[in-house]
Structure formats: C-alpha cells, structure tokens
C-alpha cells in the first residue's frame, strides 16, 4: 500500500510533534513553560497521533502524566498508564500539545490550587476550564481577523450612497 501525500505530511508532523516532546521533563520544559493557546492549537491532534504512531503518542502522555503525578505525590490515586488512557480516550479533539499545556498550567495552579490528590477528576476540571479558554480564544482571534478585514470606515455607508445604490433596483419593481 501506497501512503498518500497527506499521509506522508501527516506522519512527518506526527513524529516532529512527539520527537519535540520526548525530552528529560516535558512539563517543565521551556518550550512548554512559553506555549500560548495560539500555538498548542497549531500541533497535530491527539487522535490524529494515534492513528499514525499508537506507541509514540501513548509513551509521551504516559510520560507527561507520569511527572504529573510524581510532582503532586498522587502514586496510591491513580496511574500514569490509567490517567494517559483517559485522556486519549476523552479528549481526542485536543491538540498533542494543549494536552501537554493543560497538564503544565493544572501543576503551575493555573486553574485554582490542587487540594489533595490528584484524580482523573481534576484533571478532567481542567481540561473543561482550558476548553472555556481556548472557545474564548478562538472567537477573540475571529473578532481580530473580521475587524483587520474591514475597516470601520468602509463598513459604514452615508444615507445619500446607499440611496444612490438601491435607487435602480428601486425603478425596476
């Protein structure tokens, strides 16, 4: 079997996302610790990783969880193993990296202190909370976009042009 252009773009971009994440700490490195939303939304999604390379993307959540749950001192709640699968299995629509980001700003307390241990139920929260972010990013950078496209001034039209402009159409009926 024959993979396709896009197959091949694919697979490329799948494996510089993972190879760009296999790291000593993927948490507190400094590629994450600057990561905006704009920029997590841009690397290849999670499910679309799977797909193409199971074991790659799977040893990097499991990494990724796994300094998670040794930072929090979580070991007897739950498993680096349980927690990647959760993920993988709940939030497929995410990025590879707004996955890395979510688990980053939930250990810097970006969405409220963690009291206790860890649970997949937290770290769920979290990605709820992220996902209420990335929405407000999104309809903010759409907004941006719309308004750089028109300006002001040329989507406003005085009362005289717009009856020069419906006027033929006016004498037509």
Known sequence: MQLSVKSKTDMEAVKTSLQSLKSSSILGSKRVNSLTISEAMQSVQ?????????????????????????????????????MANMILNTFWNFKIDEIVLVLHWGLMGRFGKLYGKLTEMVVIDWFNQYDEKRDQQIEDEHIAKKNAMFDRSERTMSTETAWKAITPFIKKL
């Open 46 to 82: 999670i499910s679309k990783a799977e797909r193409i390379d199971r074991n790659g993307t799977l040893a990097v959540l499991i990494q990724a969880c796994g300094e998670l749950i040794k930072k929090t001192g979580s070991q007897e709640t739950c498993t680096a193993s349980d």
